[in-house]
């Protein structure tokens, strides 16, 4: 079983910047990924960045290019979601998954967070 532990949400205003942590512990694969999901109120949810470890680059959504940047520490087993120039837009909560294997962007990952919630005043 894995287990994963979110952080770093909060309440910022646009503009400003958060960042979120992820770490997995217990029966973590060999090879495995972390991605970030995230679901605003009355809204699917959505794919918004992700990373293998513990090799690979980090991969985005569309609406976050170039404001998110997403990391890894191997031997913490943690992921770090650095959000600056946030926008109102980006208000959810999100979610931290773990899959084996590479990333994908559907949500069909094998362990899911309890979600911290992330929110942006205009």
């Known amino acids: 079983q894995v287990q994963l532990l979110e952080s770093g949400g909060g309440l910022v205003q646009a503009g400003g910047s958060l960042r979120l942590s992820c770490t997995a512990s217990?029966?973590?694969?060999?090879?495995?990924?972390l991605a970030w999901f995230r679901q605003a109120k009355g809204k699917e949810r959505e794919f918004v960045s992700g990373i293998r470890f513990t090799y690979g680059g980090g991969y985005y959504a569309d609406s976050v290019k170039g404001r998110f940047t997403v990391s890894r520490d191997d031997a913490k087993n943690t992921v770090y979601l650095q959000m600056d120039n946030l926008k109102p837009e980006d208000t959810a909560t999100y979610y931290c998954a773990l899959r084996n294997g590479g990333v994908i962007f559907a949500s069909s990952y094998d362990f899911w967070g309890q979600g911290t919630q992330v929110t942006v005043s205009s």
């Open positions: 217990g029966r973590t694969f060999s090879s495995y990924s």
